[in-house]
């Protein structure tokens, strides 16, 4: 290898890995928000950025229709879980007869998004709420997520399946 391509490789490479290095931390440093779950019926609020879906937020940005559904709440809950374990590196945290938490881990850096269910009984709703814990955007995969689930919770729905 001639000397000047090992002089720029020696100068470019590391200012290349900096910003994949950076990733690997701030996702290393992450850690589980203290404030999630359900207030007067609520989930949080979306942050300002663009990296979050929810069935309770006004903002089109961030806005996301519910799942629905026709039969008994408890069969609606075990359809959802039962959606919920065709997913890939999803992780359910925290279950009560209402509220779910589980916590989705990307492949590449291992970034984590929150992701939150609350069943409404009286509506036949299942409202829900994913976001990133770090960064800036997405690039969509929170709303990609959750209409994933919401395809399969409808799939098993037709299938007859809990």
Same mark, same amino acid.
């Given at each position: 290898m001639p000397l000047r391509l090992k002089r720029l490789l020696m100068i470019f490479a590391p200012l290349l890995l900096l910003p994949i290095l950076a990733l690997a931390i +701030?996702?290393?440093?992450?850690? &589980?928000?203290?404030? !999630?779950? *359900?207030?007067?019926?609520? !989930? +949080? #609020?979306? #942050?300002?950025? #663009?990296?979050?879906?929810?069935? =309770?937020?006004d903002s089109p940005e961030h806005h %996301?229709?519910? !799942?629905?559904?026709?039969?008994?709440?408890? *069969?609606?809950?075990? &359809?959802l879980h039962a959606a919920l374990k065709t997913l890939a590196r999803v992780t $359910? %945290?925290?279950?009560r007869d209402d509220y779910l938490h589980a916590e989705a881990t990307s492949r590449l850096f &291992?970034? *984590?998004?929150? $992701?939150?269910? *609350? !069943?409404?009984?009286?509506?036949? =709703?299942?409202?829900?709420r994913s976001a990133s814990r770090v960064g800036h955007s997405d690039m969509?995969?929170?709303?990609?997520?959750?209409e994933a689930v919401r395809t399969e919770f409808e799939r098993l729905a037709a299938d007859g399946a809990t």
């Open positions: +701030l996702s290393a440093t992450a850690r &589980r928000p203290s404030n !999630l779950g *359900v207030t007067a019926g609520k !989930l +949080l #609020p979306c #942050p300002a950025s #663009p990296n979050a879906v929810s069935t =309770q937020s %996301i229709e519910p !799942l629905t559904f026709t039969e008994e709440p408890a *069969v609606a809950w075990k &359809r $359910v %945290i925290t279950e &291992r970034f *984590v998004d929150d $992701v939150e269910f *609350v !069943l409404d009984s009286e509506s036949k =709703q299942i409202h829900f969509g995969a929170n709303r990609a997520r959750m």
